[in-house]
């Protein structure tokens, strides 16, 4: 893992380097990177993959007390990691994490040449579903991120829908998971910083103005949902293609809201045709 220092903290990264096109791909809450493992060992041969894990409960060094961690101050933070790695022409793929409405709202937008937004936050379903009013629940009460984690330390939790069972239909395997949990159970600057982002959503009328935003986007961009997502619900992510002027979308069978996990190969096989053809594979 690389790393390099932001306003907010430090950010590590990885990236397979080569010098085919652009590829950043974020993921979400309580995760890391390696949500995108399977798909980058599709596409890393043909295409340089920066893969940052973002200050949302995943990362293992915490940021600044005072860091902004709330939406928009988290695709602050993406729009100057690009500008610190002096990226260009960036196709940014996001999974679960809502924040291309941010990032394109507030003019961050700029070195982005590409959207591949698969099933996550939108419009205003922030917290998404019953896992993210569960998290925002235990986010209100002292010490409540701390006891909702410990009990995922306990496998049978994980695949409860107030948890994880709703995000992928396949489980995790729990080695990966318990990577992604380890900061969060052992450090309690990495659960401030995950409180400070479930806590930080705008209001109703910000997040929908956000969506709207989108209209503005005059890029190619490709929507990628999940047909049986339970979280992101499916009509979302055909408002979100109805919004953005260049879009495409195409629904994925036989996944819920983690298609990295889900349906990897597939997913790859449409990102590496949306980028080589600009159309979604056939």
Not at 36 to 44: A, E, G, I, K
Not at 136 to 146: F, Q, V
Request: neutral net charge; hydrophobic residues 45%; contains cysteine.
């Amino acid at each position: 893992m690389a790393e390099v220092r932001l306003a907010a903290g430090t950010v590590e990264y990885q990236d397979t380097g080569g010098t085919g096109p652009v590829v950043v791909l974020l993921h979400g809450v309580a995760m890391d990177g390696s949500l995108w493992r399977n798909v980058v060992s599709s596409l890393s041969a043909d295409f340089r993959c920066v893969v940052p894990t973002l200050p949302l409960g995943g990362h293992r060094t915490p940021m600044r007390p005072d860091a902004d961690l709330s939406i928009p101050g988290v695709a602050r933070l993406v729009a100057e990691f690009l500008d610190e790695l002096d990226l260009r022409d960036v196709t940014l793929v996001m999974s679960d994490w809502g924040g291309a409405q941010a990032l394109v709202a507030l003019g961050l937008d700029q070195r982005i040449g590409r959207l591949v937004i698969t099933s996550c936050e939108a419009f205003d379903n922030f917290p998404p579903g019953v896992p993210g009013s569960n998290l925002y629940m235990s986010a209100k009460m002292p010490g409540g991120i701390n006891l909702a984690f410990k009990l995922l330390k306990a496998k049978p939790m994980r695949r409860l829908p107030m948890t994880w069972g709703w995000m992928t239909k396949r489980p995790v395997p729990h080695e990966v998971m318990d990577a992604w949990f380890a900061p969060l159970w052992g450090s309690a600057e990495i659960r401030r910083d995950l409180r400070k982002y479930v806590l930080g959503v705008p209001p109703k009328g910000e997040l929908l103005n956000w969506a709207e935003k989108l209209r503005d986007f005059d890029r190619p961009a490709l929507v990628v949902w999940a047909t049986e997502d339970k979280v992101m619900p499916v009509e979302h992510g055909r408002r979100l293609a109805e919004l953005l002027p260049k879009s495409e979308l195409v629904e994925i069978a036989d996944s819920y809201t983690l298609i990295p996990e889900d349906q990897p190969e597939r997913l790859a096989g449409h990102i590496r045709s949306f980028l080589l053809t600009g159309k979604a594979a056939a």
